[in-house]
């Protein structure tokens, strides 16, 4: 039997000042960091050392990275630099350098021709560069966005009561004859899940901040089971609160129990 994990929470950065060894016109590089606009994207047609690179404003603190919804392809791989200078990220000097990776491990094919990649840092590196490299690549290479962050993980797995689901923001109805009589819409992807026991410290230091930052109209990017299997793009989220998280006080004092309700527009 595979291995479960327990989730975590990655409140995307801002990239800062982005810069591109190509864009295709309308389709900037800046939208890798428009994380509520999934739907703008970053799009390449050249080929042969595509890259992307931004400084954050101040120096951040990054143990995870993910490019969202990309045309990626079996042979298609990614690589990370994190660094203090320019000059690191894009030579070999960088602080940080995962090297190039496979952008879909596992191997899998889905429908709509989009993927997720998935890069746990050993540690958490603090940066004021970054620079991703994109090879492998047949044809254009598009991605919507690029989540860089600090993972927030509980120190307890979710309650069994977990729920996957949708959010069909279309409508339907039937006419008196019978027809079908449908308003389109998206239909996006839900998870709601409670995470239980969580203690004063975890609450105060982890989770509190995050969803005092976020509300219900930040970007939360949330990998439900971020074990390596066939099923972890499906597990991947990326949206927001439908209803701001509270802490509740359980029985035990100084101990807390929350709600989570995520509406993903990947």
């Not at 060894?21 to 042969?48: C, Q």
């Not at 400084?55 to 603190?61: E, I, N, R």
């Not at 993980?153 to 008196?176: A, I, Q, V, W």
Request: aromatic share 14%; no cysteine.
């Amino acid at each position: 039997m595979a291995t479960i994990r327990k989730p975590f929470f990655v409140v995307p950065l801002d990239l800062g000042f982005v810069v591109a060894s190509a864009a295709d016109a309308g389709y900037p590089v800046f939208s890798l960091n428009r994380h509520k606009a999934i739907g703008l994207t970053w799009k390449a047609s050249a080929t042969g050392g595509l890259w992307a690179r931004g400084k954050f404003s101040t120096a951040q603190v990054v143990d995870f990275a993910a490019i969202i919804s990309a045309n990626a392809q079996a042979g298609t791989t990614y690589r990370l630099r994190l660094g203090t200078t320019q000059v690191q990220v894009d030579g070999t000097s960088a602080p940080y350098d995962s090297t190039a990776l496979p952008f879909i491990n596992p191997a899998i094919t889905r429908e709509d021709g989009l993927y997720h990649s998935h890069h746990e840092l050993p540690a958490p590196v603090t940066a004021l560069w970054w620079r991703i490299d994109i090879g492998g690549h047949t044809g254009g290479f598009q991605a919507s966005s690029l989540v860089l962050g600090k993972r927030v993980e509980p120190s307890h797995f979710y309650n069994l009561d977990f729920e996957y689901g949708t959010r069909d923001l279309g409508g339907m109805d039937f006419t008196k004859y019978g027809v079908l009589d449908e308003d389109p819409g998206v239909v996006f992807r839900t998870v709601d899940f409670t995470l239980g026991w969580q203690s004063e410290d975890e609450f105060e230091i982890s989770f509190r901040p995050m969803i005092e930052k976020l509300g219900k109209r930040g970007i939360v990017f949330v990998a439900f089971d971020p074990e390596p299997t066939i099923y972890r793009q499906a597990r991947t989220y990326m949206g927001v609160f439908d209803k701001p998280p509270f802490a509740k006080g359980i029985r035990k004092p100084r101990t807390f129990t929350q709600d989570y309700s995520i509406v993903s527009m990947i």
